[in-house]
């Protein structure tokens, strides 16, 4: 019988193992991110698939306790799930981000440049270490960050910028996405089904 053999117990199990973490632990990054970036209605579904995985994973392992390959399997995959979780949602791009840009100089030409790119953005007064400055704030989609700083970077070389995640935001001007991603569509239709 093929599972009894020794090329199924100490290479094609550990195999499958370490599949099913990457999967498992994948599903439950991005889970974790999806709760902290407000997608409630996805987080349950990832969950279901997520533990239904484990489940299947770690019975197989306590099916096996005399073979430490399987544990190895087990730890790699959880350790090369948190990495492709981030990876995916380094690709995904999802949520909003505010950036503050403090330049060193008049701020005229990079304020016509979100305006020509269709930022929106807000400019302040302030008075910081060497006098009066103003700060630049804008609430951006995290997708367009790289092109955001490099307006920042090719207008205002000099200035001082910071960069945070916006947990929610309520209307405001934003860029035009050419391309919709998936949470898009499970968004509308989750505002559809209100």
Known sequence: MITTSALFTWVVLPF??????????????????FISKGYKNLAPFLGFFESLIWLLAIREILNHLDNFVCFIAYAAGFAMGNYIGILIDNKLSIGNLIVRVIPKEDSTELTHSM??????????????????????????????????ISLVNEKLPQAFYSVEEVKAVKEGIFRMSKKRSLLDFVNLGARKSK
Do not use: P
Not at 16 to 33: C, E, K, N
Not at 118 to 143: H, M, P, Q
């Open 16 to 33: 499958l193992i370490f599949l099913a973490r990457i999967s498992d632990q994948s599903l439950g990054t991005l889970r974790m991110i």
């Open 115 to 148: 305006k020509e790119h269709n930022y929106g953005y807000t400019l302040v007064d302030a008075e910081g270490r060497s006098g009066k400055v103003k700060i630049v704030f804008a609430i951006i989609k995290r997708k367009d960050l790289e092109h955001f």
